[in-house]
């Protein structure tokens, strides 16, 4: 079965470039959530997403961060323009609405901003 | 303010050692608790844990909650190099799902 679907896996930028993170969650999951991990915070919780409408993006830390999901299979993380404060592992992790399954995470975007 | 506090932070133990790791957790609408085991790339699921007092087990790892005192603890018996790795609670909230994490526990498992 194919788990949570990250590119790239890795993304290596000068700072003040563009920086997109793409997604596409476990077929028939309708629940996205966007976590970024540092050694410092750990993970938190960006952003997430039901039925590919956003419920609470009051993770996203400034307005240099933006998600979309255009469709339930694909998922955007953007951030415009890029700090080095930014470089972190950005995981994307998808599940059922209300059911009792768990969250099932990909293997992550580990992001280094110059 | 919502919180997920794990204990210890970090330790190492020798191989065949048991191991027990330790979270409360304070979240409002809380639902389930939630073990996830780190290696080098994506948290996998471990347990989910919703009433208190009910052991999950899984080959040499066993979890309980205790939804009174608020606290869950991950235990792994017969330790071997292969269980190193940061041990990840989270508190599941809320209608939507949203997971709040701990800091982790990382453990070291040597030969």
């Known amino acids: 079965d194919a788990g949570v679907i990250q590119s790239p896996r890795h993304e290596v930028t000068e700072m003040g470039q563009e920086v997109t993170l793409r997604c596409k969650p476990i077929?028939?999951?309708?629940?996205l959530f966007w976590y970024r991990q540092t050694m410092m915070r750990g993970l938190e919780l960006l952003i997430y997403?039901?039925?590919?409408?956003?419920?609470?993006d009051s993770g996203m830390p400034e307005d240099r961060f933006s998600a979309k999901m255009p469709n339930a299979s694909f998922s955007t993380l953007k951030i415009q323009p890029s700090e080095p404060r930014d470089s972190a592992v950005y995981f994307c992790?998808?599940?059922?609405?209300?059911?009792?399954?768990?969250?099932?995470f990909g293997d992550g975007t580990r992001l280094s901003i110059l | 303010e919502d919180k997920v506090v794990q204990s210890p932070l970090s330790l190492v133990v020798h191989e065949g050692d048991t191991v027990t790791l330790n979270c409360s957790y304070e979240?409002?609408?809380?639902?389930?608790l939630l073990w996830y085991k780190q290696e080098k790339k994506a948290p996998t699921f471990l347990f989910m844990l919703?009433?208190?007092?009910i052991e999950k087990k899984s080959g040499r790892l066993s979890s309980i909650l205790d939804k009174k005192e608020l606290f869950s603890i991950l235990n792994i018996t017969a330790t071997q190099t292969g269980d190193s790795a940061i041990y990840l609670c989270?508190?599941?909230?809320?209608?939507?799902?949203?997971?709040?994490f701990g800091a982790g526990t990382q453990v070291v498992v040597t030969p």
């Open positions: 992790a998808s599940s059922l609405f209300n059911s009792n399954q768990p969250q099932h």
């Open positions: 077929s028939g999951h309708n629940s």
């Open positions: 997403f039901n039925n590919n409408v956003p419920i609470d």
């Open positions: 979240v409002t609408n809380f639902r389930s």
């Open positions: 919703t009433s208190s007092g």
């Open positions: 989270a508190a599941l909230e809320g209608s939507w799902g949203k997971l709040q």
